[in-house]
Structures are given as C-alpha cells and as structure tokens.
C-alpha cells in the first residue's frame, strides 16, 4: 500500500469545534478550547501518525464578520489556510441552525470546492437527537455540495475515526512530512502562552475573552534544579477596568487562573513549573495593528 501524506483544514463558524475535532483526532491537546466565540487566534497544525498515512490538520480561527483588526486577521489566516491544503472539513454544530454565517462560508468554499474538495460535518452529534442530525445533514447539504457528509461527536468519540479515514483518503501518495511522534509543531513557548489564555477565559463574559492576550517572555530552567521550569508570562487586557476583572478581589482570581494554567503546563512538560504571570493594559490592542504586531498578529 502508498503512503499518503497531507494537509487538511476545518472551517466554521467560531464556536463549531473545530479546535475540539483536532484535539480528537490528534489524540492531544495541541489547541485550547473554549465556549468563547473566536478562541483560536492562529492556525495551528496537528499531525496524525498511522501506519499508511500522515495526516496534518490545521486547526484555523471561527469565519466571521470582523469588527477589529484583529478580527480581519483572523480571517485573513482562514482564507490562507484553505487554499494550501488537500482536504477542507467544513463544520457545523448539530444543535444550531444553518445560518447566514454558515452560508457565508459556503459561498467562500464554492470558490475553492473546485480544486479542493470539501467534506460537510455536523458536530457535536452528543448535543442533538438522531432526528435533529438527520435534518442538520440535510440543511447543511442545502448549502453547497460537497464530497462528503459525515456527523461527528468528538466529545463522545462518535465517528472521529470513519472522519479521519474520509480526509486520509483525500490525501496524495508522498512521504510523511512531519518527524514519526511529533503531534503538533507549535513551538512549546507558544502552547504554554495559549494554556494561559485558556485559563483566563474561563469564567470571564462579555468582550473581555477577546481583550485577553498572553505572551511568555521567558522559560528557563531554575539554576541548580533539573525539575523545576521557570516561566514569565504577561496576560495582556485592553482597559485598566479589565485588569481589575482579571485580578478579582484581593487577586484571587488571578491566583486561580495562574494556578490553573500551571497544572495544565506541567502536564504538557512533564516537569514542575513556577508561573510568574503579571497583567499589563495594552489599550485597545485589538485594533491597533503596531501593538498587534508586537503580540504576534
Ligand atoms: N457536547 C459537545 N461539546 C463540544 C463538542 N466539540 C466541542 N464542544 C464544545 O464547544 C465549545 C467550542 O469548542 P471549540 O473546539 O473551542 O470550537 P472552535 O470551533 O475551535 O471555536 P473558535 O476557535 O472560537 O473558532 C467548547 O465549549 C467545547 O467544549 C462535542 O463534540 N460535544
Ligand atoms: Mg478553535
């Protein structure tokens, strides 16, 4: 048998889970997660290793209608991403209708289902009744034609396999393009920014999630431990009134953000972690595309 290798994309609406499906089919958790709309900020590559084939999937930022500069950004990166690979998922939640966001997007693949061929999935299967499936299937089959239809659930695990097998078979015959075991090629300083963020949205509402940045500064050993990661993080607000929302009463909240954010690094490193996080106001860095440069935009 030929070895296949390539790249597949899923789009959709912010929110569709997307980010989720990676992490699935990757079997780790290469990309954070939220019930914040527009939670992913880059396009993030996962690899999946099988024996006959190397699948990488790039995980992209929800399709929507921009009201920052930021948020252009983050579509400019979606468009990117869609012409350079072999396979498109484009994903829609079982338990939302079919909407102008959706129908937006559709008309964007149009363009590109020519050359590339997109497969339909209904997500989050675990949240809807077989009734509801069957006709979110048929409601997105309204939309545009696509190669294949497939609902997923990868929450319970339903189908995720019978999926990766339909983007395996899109793939062209080559070598694999990625080191045998490496899940993802962010580099590490990137991951434990983005599980600080994924920490600090929890339980913040309203538009303070898109206000939130982080970057790591700094991860360096302790001197003199081998078991002990130091690691200097600015979580970035865009208004003073913010920082107050983030620090929470006598910094509590911040305390829990830190030390929920350690205990997911450390699983990552496999190494004990001293979080330093301090808050910084970058004013509305959002739409302001100097400071979006420095924060990696
Ligand atoms: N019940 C259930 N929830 C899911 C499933 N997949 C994702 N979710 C939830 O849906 C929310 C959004 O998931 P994400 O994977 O972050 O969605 P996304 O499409 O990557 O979102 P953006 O990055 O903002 O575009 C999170 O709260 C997930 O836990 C699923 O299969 N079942
Ligand atoms: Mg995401």
Redesign the pocket.
């Known amino acids: 048998m030929n070895h296949r290798s390539g790249f597949a994309c899923f789009v959709?609406r912010?929110?569709?889970?997307?980010?989720?499906?990676t992490n699935a089919l990757v079997g780790s958790k290469i990309a954070i997660?939220?019930?914040k709309?527009?939670?992913?900020r880059h396009a993030i590559r996962g690899i999946v290793h099988r024996d006959d084939a190397q699948l990488v999937i790039v995980?992209t930022?929800?399709l929507h209608r921009p009201r920052t500069v930021l948020g252009e950004r983050l579509n400019d990166i979606v468009y990117s991403t869609w012409s350079e690979v072999d396979v498109v998922g484009f994903?829609v939640p079982a338990n939302e209708k079919v909407g102008p966001g959706d129908k937006f997007i559709a008309n964007e693949l149009r363009k590109i289902a020519k050359r590339t061929p997109v497969l339909g999935i209904v997500?989050?299967t675990?949240?809807a009744n077989r009734q509801q499936i069957a006709d979110q299937l048929l409601a997105l089959q309204e939309v545009m034609e696509f190669a294949e239809l497939i609902p997923v659930?990868?929450?319970?695990g339903f189908q995720v396999k019978q999926l990766e097998d339909l983007l395996v078979q899109r793939l062209p015959e080559g070598p694999p393009l990625y080191p045998d075991g490496d899940l993802t090629d962010e580099p590490e300083q990137t991951l434990v920014a983005e599980l600080i963020r994924e920490a600090a949205l929890e339980g913040v509402r309203d538009e303070l999630p898109h206000s939130i940045a982080v970057t790591v500064e700094e991860m360096l050993p302790r001197e003199g431990r081998d078991d002990l990661l130091d690691v200097h993080a600015f979580l970035y607000v865009e208004r003073p009134s913010q920082k107050g929302i983030i620090l929470g009463h006598k910094g509590e909240r911040l305390r829990t953000v830190g030390s929920e954010a350690r205990r997911h690094i450390e699983a990552l490193l496999g190494t004990k972690v001293y979080l330093d996080l301090h808050i910084k106001v970058a004013k509305d860095w959002q739409r302001d595309p100097k400071q979006l440069r420095r924060l990696g935009f």
Do not use: I, V, W
């Open positions: 959709g912010p929110n569709a889970g997307k980010s989720t499906l997660t939220s019930s709309p527009q939670t992913t995980d930022p929800g994903c997500t989050k675990d949240l659930s990868a929450s319970a």
